[in-house]
């Protein structure tokens, strides 16, 4: 895989390079909440503008149905991204249209010019293999070269991702290479204890990375919403907490495998439940109480782990020497809930261990809840992305920046 220092070592000045990031920050209106992922955009961008490359900057937003939809629009993104950059970033209003190449043209050495929303085109996200491709040799006749460093869409077959690299001269840049780098020293080579924290609504997101992961790791921690399954699995009644009854035989399996292996696998002792789920915005409608998972009466749903968990969770990741997490262990946005995925992440920084946050609600909630993001080993900016490496998937974004 050919690196952007490889790139502008051979000369990037007066060269159109397109870079696909992922700036899929989380709006409300026009207002970014988290600007993690523009902000790990920003190196990549920087080295290629300082080399004298006319840098045109394209990204996905929001899942919108292939046509132009205001609310999923990138011009807060280009705001942003040109004030971590101190310099204006020109923004296209469209992808492939008059603006877009008025914008590409009129760029000089130096600059940088962001595209609409590239969801905005059907072709970007079709299964359809020549629409993609039509869509792909649209945006290339935009360059000369192509950047790859949108770690976060690298598992998704789309045409930035995927079709475009074939079509340019191409590299990885800074951002991926970091991102593959981190995943590599959680597969080959991991340095014992490996803990395991896996967290978030369903059990059916995480089945894959599960069954990877009972051989790699040595203990395995369970939270959110997923856990009520595996309690479920366990025969306990969990109320009216989230629950994917047609899970219930995998998990049964993935258990007695764990046991086998002689891998731990940790599940919640207690956990705070309520009677309803809270508005984010307000306080909780009902106290929440603290209830062993033995006893969750049956009016009640749990919304975090509770005090003793915490403290079990903590005790099982002091001694890791490597920890990935993914997954929160509560609703992590209400205060009366967060305290579980708080736990998680001081137990973390507590640990000493090399550790990797592994990108979307967990990254957004060390964030949130006001930690240092420089503590911990690694923060990912690509949650489905790392999940789909450590199942040992070939990740089409990466295999195409592979192919020379």
């Known amino acids: 895989m050919k690196t952007i220092d490889e790139l502008i070592a051979g000369g990037v000045g007066g060269k159109r390079v397109f870079v696909r990031a992922d700036l899929n920050v989380p709006l409300d209106g026009e207002t970014i909440t988290d600007d993690g992922r523009i902000r790990a955009a920003v190196p990549t961008i920087r080295k ?42 020109t923004f296209a209003s469209d992808t492939v249209g008059d603006s877009a190449k008025s914008a590409v043209g009129a760029s000089t050495d130096g600059s940088v010019t962001l595209l609409e929303n590239l969801r905005f085109n059907a072709g970007e996200t079709s299964k359809d293999d020549a629409e993609r491709a039509a869509f792909a040799g649209e945006l290339a006749a935009l360059a000369d070269l192509y950047v790859g460093d949108g770690f976060g869409a690298v598992h998704r077959k789309h045409a930035s991702v995927y079709d475009l690299p074939a079509r340019l001269p191409h590299a990885a840049g800074g951002l991926i290479a970091t991102e593959v780098g981190v995943l590599k020293k959680l597969t080959e080579d991991v340095r014992r204890p490996y803990a395991v924290v896996l967290g978030g609504a369903k059990v059916s997101d995480k089945l894959g990375v599960i069954e990877h992961l009972l051989h790699k790791a040595d203990r395995i921690l369970i939270g959110g919403g997923m856990a009520y ?31 086998k292996l002689g891998v731990e696998f940790v599940l919640p002792v207690d956990v705070l439940a309520a009677e309803s789920f809270p508005d984010l ?59 579980g995925t708080r736990a998680v992440a001081q137990g973390l920084l507590d640990s000493g261990s090399f550790n990797v946050v592994g990108g979307g609600d967990s990254a957004a909630a060390v964030r949130l809840l006001g930690f240092d993001e420089n503590a911990f080993g690694h923060i990912s900016t690509g949650g489905g992305a790392s999940l789909e490496y450590l199942e040992g998937k070939t990740l089409p974004g990466l295999a195409a920046l592979e192919d020379s």
């Open 281 to 339: 915005k307000t306080k909780a409608p009902s106290e929440p109480s603290s209830v062993a998972v033995s006893a969750i009466p049956a009016g009640l749903m749990g919304l975090d782990i509770g005090p003793e968990t915490r403290k079990l969770y903590a005790s099982k990741l002091a001694d890791a020497a490597t920890v990935f997490w993914n997954g929160p262990m509560g609703v992590f946005e209400h205060p009366d809930y967060a305290e």
């Open 229 to 259: 399954t595996f309690l479920k699995a366990q025969g306990h009644e969990v109320g009216e907490s989230l629950l994917q009854e047609d899970q219930i035989p995998a998990v049964k399996g993935y258990l007695e495998q764990a046991e």
């Open 48 to 89: 290629l503008a300082e080399g004298g490359a006319r840098v045109v900057v394209a990204s996905h937003l929001g899942r919108p149905k292939g046509e132009p939809d205001p609310r999923f629009s990138l011009a807060p993104v280009a705001k942003r991204l040109g004030e971590l950059l101190g310099k204006d970033v």
